[in-house]
């Protein structure tokens, strides 16, 4: 389950474990570069498939404002 705060809003949604592990990943102190990314995705999916898979997450992350320019 993955809970996140926008102003006072309250949002939550189910995460496969995949997801779940890579946001775990983007929170340590190291982060997680995207090629990392779809490396790790690749390991599980086609190298076309796993860039499609790491680009969706992505995109996603920032339109529900998981993943922000600071």
């Known amino acids: ?3 996140w705060r926008r102003d ?8 496969d474990a995949g997801e779940a592990r890579w946001l775990l990943r983007l929170a340590a102190d190291d982060g997680l570069l995207f090629e990392s990314l779809c490396a790790e995705v690749s390991e599980t999916e086609a190298d076309e498939a796993a860039a499609a898979r790491a680009f969706e997450l992505c995109a996603r992350w920032i339109g529900e404002g998981l993943l922000v320019l600071l």
């Open 8 to 15: 006072d809003v309250v949002f939550h949604r189910v995460a």
């Open 1 to 3: 389950m993955i809970v």
